[in-house]
């Protein structure tokens, strides 16, 4: 059985050890409830699909939630855990094994909390957002989500990133007319027609934002190019896919509409495929407020997380883990083991009052 009791290193290597690559948490989620049931005392435990809960009811007039997804990418040749001195390697290691493992580790020892505290670790994370279990977890158990702080132990180094950014992507069609391409002036060659868009996107200068003292940087960037028809032939359609990262003061509409804005004038459609929001910091509420003086160390979270679903419901929510987002998914993915005991001690102060 895990030990939830033990140093939060060495349970973060016994998680890793667990294979749990998205649609396959069956057995981590068996070994966290299993162990939950067995070493924390007084929890209501819910089990729902491969996703587990846990919360107290102490009557405390706050409610923290700590919030985990159990899955990861596929494993590229590191597993199982290894220890390499300072730091500990393995698939999820920062993404996001550690933080799961302090909050575990804390929801077994802190035997008086100063809030009430509530646990989500949860399925399915790394893959597309229909797939996603805290989304399951908010249709059919929505009072599970209910608190005045969520912290998600996504890699943050340490830092309490707040907010997150919001993301787009649309796909940019050209069109044309096909002709053999030994007679190219006879065609209209969708493919050159991208040219412009590229041009524009090359000298495309985009904004950083400040909010609460975070600095939010966006980006529009192509991330796909389709075209052609056959090593002889002038293309009738082409299309490039752009991904725009944007600060959370724009809603998707906005974001949306500052695409058209960029490519205006061009002979161009432009299709929405995939937006989600993103979340302001929340850095005002007394829970949050309390957390970000602990730790005294805060940036924007770039990239888009589930903060995004807390705020959407009103709750206050900051990512804080021991990894470092820019090893997330790397095949030498790793934590310092400093990190997760750094990150674990100042968790239990504030949690402990």
């Known amino acids: 059985m895990l030990d939830l009791h033990g140093d939060p290193i060495d349970l973060t290597a016994s998680l890793v050890d667990i294979p749990s690559e998205s649609r396959h948490e069956r057995r981590i989620a068996d070994e966290v409830e299993a162990a939950l049931r067995a070493q924390t005392d007084g929890w209501e435990i819910v089990r729902n699909g491969d996703a587990v809960l846990a919360r107290t009811r102490l009557g405390r007039p706050s409610r923290v939630l700590l919030a985990g997804h159990l899955d990861t990418v596929p494993a590229a040749d590191n ?35 100063a809030h009430d505290l509530t646990l989500v670790l949860y399925d399915c994370e790394e893959i597309d957002a229909s797939a996603n279990g805290l989304g399951r977890i908010e249709r059919e158990l929505p009072d599970w989500l209910d608190a005045d702080l969520a912290v998600l132990g996504e890699p943050t180094d340490g830092y309490i990133e707040a907010g997150c950014q919001g993301t787009l992507r649309v796909v940019v069609r050209a069109g044309g007319t096909r002709a053999h391409s030994a007679r190219s002036w006879l065609g209209d060659n969708a493919i050159h027609k991208l040219g412009a ?3 524009r996107l090359s000298g495309y200068r985009p904004r950083h934002v400040d909010i609460d003292g975070c ?139």
């Open 79 to 113: 597993l199982p855990s290894r220890r390499d001195g300072a730091l500990l390697y393995g698939c999820g290691t920062a993404d996001m094994k550690s933080g799961v493992a302090v909050f575990l580790h804390l929801a077994a020892t802190v035997a008086a909390p």
């Open 215 to 353: 600095t939010y940087r966006e980006g529009l960037s192509a991330v796909r190019i389709d075209g052609g028809v056959a090593g002889n032939v002038i293309p009738d359609a082409a299309s490039v896919t752009l991904n725009y990262r944007f600060a959370p003061d724009r809603t998707p509409q906005q974001a949306l509409a500052h695409v058209h804005d960029v490519l205006d004038g061009l002979d161009v459609s432009i299709e929405q495929t995939d937006a989600a929001a993103g979340a302001l910091p929340g850095l005002a509420a007394p829970a949050a407020r309390s957390l970000v003086e602990a730790a005294g160390q805060v940036r924007a979270k770039y990239g888009w997380t589930d903060v995004a679903r807390f705020a959407a419901r009103g709750v206050a929510a900051v990512n804080y883990g021991p990894g470092d987002p820019n090893l997330a998914h790397a095949r030498d993915e790793r934590v310092p083991v400093a990190t997760i005991t750094a990150v674990t001690a100042l968790l239990r102060g504030y949690l402990g009052g």
């Open 197 to 199: 868009v590229l041009d």
